[in-house]
């Protein structure tokens, strides 16, 4: 009979430590997540970091959100759709142009200084 | 041009080009959010507690976010009342206010608005709000335009 209400309370323990665990992280990926979300009234800093009501009212709908359910990949891209990609303060790996462009300008610069001592050779 | 001019700037030519298609195209993928919060169509009016009729409002109507603790807000207020005497339908917006406070402010300087709904911060999320006052001009349920912080005469010139 001991030996049950010890085992008993040893599972209590666990689901309660096995709780807090689970909702601390959920708490820490959040925090981590408003940290990539900047404050449009005041640029340069981030929801995590702002009081302006914007922050306020931003960290409480994403909280909801999450709350019920929903990934903060798509709570993400929500915010994207509302606010455009400025709000976020990593941009999407798909610009493609805006990582190949300085690459594009100097094959570009490579070829044309190749052509001009080609042309200065010949001359 | 000489030959070996020619490759480099066609190279050049062909990136301009594409960096402008490409950014053209990138912000014309937010046009999402100029379509109207049906949140706003959901909210009972706060002193009614009856539900916007989309008949009596028209095609076109203004939404107005304010608050009492919004100075700014008394700013372009007179302009406001000026519109509702034009006959301009606006719908008003309180932005995370205390009840009390908010009764009091309408009761001290008019109330401008057709109806009023008071929101936690939901509608103004969906609205892609900023901050407060913040007015959008609709028509046919898109946002034609929107103006962040007070309204000026210039803003509202063609509807007094």
Redesign the interface.
């Known amino acids: 009979m001991k030996m049950s209400k010890s085992i008993c309370k040893l599972i209590i323990l666990f689901l309660i430590i096995h709780i807090s665990v689970i909702s601390f992280a959920g708490v820490n990926e959040l925090s981590d997540y408003y940290k990539t979300i900047r404050c449009l009234v005041c640029e340069g800093q981030s929801i995590q970091e702002s009081d302006t009501e914007f922050a306020i009212n931003l960290k409480e709908q994403i909280q909801k959100k999450y709350s019920s359910g929903i990934s903060i990949e798509e709570i993400n891209q929500e915010l994207i759709k509302i606010y455009g990609e400025e709000i976020s303060f990593k941009p999407p790996k798909n610009h493609i142009l805006l990582w190949g462009a300085p690459l594009v300008v100097l094959i570009i610069i490579f070829i044309f200084i190749r052509n001009k001592i080609k042309f200065f050779k010949r001359v | 041009m000489?030959?070996?001019?020619l490759?480099?700037v066609v190279?050049?030519v062909v990136?301009v080009v594409?960096?402008i298609f490409?950014f053209n195209q990138?912000t014309n993928k937010?046009n999402?959010?100029d379509e109207v919060s049906s949140l706003i169509f959901e909210t009972p009016d706060f002193y009614n507690n009856k539900l916007i009729n989309e008949n009596t409002l028209g095609e076109f109507y203004v939404v107005n976010f304010f608050a009492s603790w919004c100075k700014p807000c008394l700013l372009e207020h007179p302009l406001l009342m000026e519109m509702k005497k034009k006959g301009v339908k606006i719908i008003g917006i309180n932005?995370?206010d205390d009840e009390e406070n908010f009764k009091e402010w309408i009761n001290e300087h008019g109330n401008p608005f057709e109806y009023i709904l008071r929101d936690d911060?939901?509608i103004?999320?969906?609205m892609?709000?900023?901050?407060?006052p913040e007015t959008f001009f609709i028509i046919n349920k898109m946002t034609q335009k929107k103006i962040q912080g007070p309204l000026f005469y210039e803003d509202v010139e063609k509807y007094l």
Do not use: D, Q, W
């Open positions: 000489k030959g070996h001019l490759l480099p190279g050049l990136l594409c960096v490409y990138s937010n999402s959010r932005f995370r911060g939901t103004a999320y969906e892609g709000l900023i901050g407060v």
